[in-house]
């Protein structure tokens, strides 16, 4: 069993900026730092999009587009806790993010969208 628990969601304006945190339980035997790690966000009326992905180690990192060089992922695995830094925030920033784990694969880490375990998400809102 693999619990994910965001915070950090809120209201902002255009320029401003906002740090999500998710916090992991796992319960299955396996162990933090065997996992890769994402977030994922929905904006009312559009397809989920996968925003950013990290490696165990947290030495390797991946983006969006949309989001380079305004978003950094970032992991403390001593705390078990995965961030999104989230600067320089639009009004299309505006969605629901949720955090995600997988099992690391080489092959699919960057993969986002396709991680089987994901938590009920934090409402970033940003206001123009």
């Known amino acids: 069993q693999v619990q994910l628990v965001e915070s950090g969601g809120g209201s902002v304006q255009a320029g401003g900026s906002l740090t999500l945190s998710c916090t992991a339980s796992?319960?299955?035997?396996?162990?933090?730092?065997?996992?890769?790690l994402g977030w994922i966000r929905q904006a009312p009326g559009k397809e989920r999009e996968g925003v950013a992905a990290?490696?165990?180690?947290?030495?390797?990192?991946d983006y969006a587009e949309s989001v380079k060089g305004r978003f950094t992922i970032s992991r403390v695995n001593a705390k078990a806790t995965l961030y999104l830094q989230m600067n320089s925030l639009k009004p299309e920033d505006t969605a629901m993010y949720y955090c995600?784990?997988?099992?690391?694969?080489?092959?699919?880490?960057?993969?986002?969208?396709?991680?089987?375990?994901w938590g009920q998400g934090t409402q970033v809102t940003v206001s123009s």
């Open positions: 990290i490696v165990p180690g947290g030495g390797v990192t």
């Open positions: 995600a784990a997988a099992r690391f694969r080489s092959e699919t880490w960057r993969r986002v969208m396709e991680y089987p375990y």
């Open positions: 796992i319960t299955n035997g396996d162990t933090y730092n065997m996992y890769s």
